[in-house]
């Protein structure tokens, strides 16, 4: 429901009571209209501590960065807009933001166009994202956030893993994504190098261009998140990221891609190849609890990236070319990192999955190696580790409880948009 409905609706309900008064005795005085929210603009850098109250919208014009140590803190049932594509929100390292909705008010982070009411629904590309930067572990030395490159963040050690940028609870992130230049791009939640310490959980993020999440190193940890109709990857991690994501559910709608591996439920990568890793420093999720309904790629492997998977399901939708899994780079194959410590489940609603068609025999972008996702999870020459199983052409895997995840409604679990 728009934010615009939403009031026009509860004026016309205003309205139709005070003229449903009978006879000819005196009735009650009639409600006062609910007020439409004054606006208020953020343009520029935030450098002392803010708050935006519930009683306004909160615009976005261009890049908002909150920076020098400040705390930005957002009230429950506060609705923050883009105005324009290029409209985008930064937390650098060392500043925090508090937003805490709640089930019944949740935070709104949206586009001007949605507020107005000229948006459809899981409509893409209509204000940038929202970016948390810290200074967690990350490979590399020099980090710079892809779609700006003025936002520093990470360490090359782990002294910062435990640092706090903040805590988002009940926080829907809509109509987001812009591509600032081939590549490079905002996504709808952007963490940089930040560190356990931040509270995430229940994130909705609906209607994104780009990335649904997309995690640079750090050690963040995720309770909590539905991505509905990410254009690219749903889940995307990499540089190093250690953390945990719990309880995710993602339904692709509208692919950039509908090949074997761009516009993936889940990508993985860690170092384009310059970097000697192994299940001690590789990129290294843990997802427990997950399910992906695929119309793209099911997991696409980025070089030596790894994973820990317990409890995760894939429901393809495509009726040729399924390779649910697939590899990129020449260590990619080697690594150590990839566990599979609980059941992992992939089924196709169309075609039966085999070792064949489920996992890739091609190695993309990368002619210099023959070895594939086939070679390294086809049974005879199986090479993750774990006690779990992958089971293929087969859903029983509980995978995510679709029921409770929230998935940006406010007041119900029921899907905002579908």
Not at 1 to 15: D, R, Y
Not at 305 to 310: D, Q, S
Request: proline share 3%.
């Amino acid at each position: 429901m728009k934010t615009t409905n939403i009031l026009l609706s509860v004026a016309t309900a205003a309205l139709v009571f005070t003229g449903c008064g009978g006879g000819g005795g005196s009735s009650a005085p009639a409600p006062a209209p609910t007020p439409t929210p004054t606006t208020n603009t953020l343009k520029g850098d935030i450098k002392a501590n803010k708050t935006l109250t519930a009683d306004k919208v909160w615009y976005l014009d261009g890049k908002v960065n909150v920076s020098n140590g400040a705390t930005l803190t957002i009230e429950a049932g506060t609705t923050i807009a883009g105005k324009t594509p290029n409209s985008f929100m930064v937390v650098e390292p060392g500043s925090k933001l508090n937003a805490v909705g709640t089930l019944a008010k949740p935070i709104v982070f949206t586009s001007k166009k949605d507020v107005d009411g000229n948006s459809a629904d899981n409509k893409a590309g209509e204000w940038g994202g929202l970016v948390l930067a810290g200074n967690a572990y990350t490979h590399y030395s020099n980090n710079a956030y892809e779609a700006d490159p003025s936002v520093k963040f990470g360490s090359s050690d782990h002294t910062h893993d435990g640092d706090s940028s903040g805590d988002l609870e009940y926080v829907l992130i809509k109509h987001s994504g812009y591509e600032v230049e081939k590549d490079k791009e905002l996504n709808g939640l952007s963490l940089a190098g930040v560190g356990s310490g931040t509270k995430l959980e229940n994130i909705a993020i609906i209607g994104g261009l780009d990335d649904g999440i997309e995690i640079w190193g750090g050690t963040a940890n995720i309770t909590g998140l539905y991505v509905y109709n990410a254009n690219d990857d749903s889940v995307d991690t990499d540089l190093g990221y250690r953390g945990t994501i719990k309880n995710v559910l993602v339904k692709q709608v509208n692919v950039d891609k509908a090949n074997n591996h761009d516009s993936a439920g889940m990508e993985f990568g860690n170092d384009h190849n310059s970097i000697t890793t192994d299940d001690t420093n590789a990129t290294q999720p843990t997802i427990i609890n997950y399910t992906g309904y695929i119309k793209g790629g099911g997991f696409y492997n980025k070089f030596d990236a790894g994973f820990k998977w317990i409890n995760v399901k894939f429901v393809s939708e495509k009726s040729t070319d399924q390779e649910l899994i697939h590899f990129r780079g020449t260590d990619s194959y080697d690594t150590g990192a990839k566990h599979v410590d609980g059941d992992v489940c992939m089924k196709d609603t169309a075609v039966a999955l085999n070792e064949d068609n489920a996992y890739s025999k091609s190695n993309s972008k990368d002619p210099k190696t023959t070895k594939t996702a086939y070679d390294y999870f086809a049974s005879g020459t199986k090479q993750y580790v774990g006690t779990g199983t992958i089971k293929l052409d087969d859903d029983s895997c509980t995978g995510a409880d679709e029921a409770s995840i929230w998935k940006g409604k406010a007041g119900s679990n029921d899907p905002l948009e579908k």
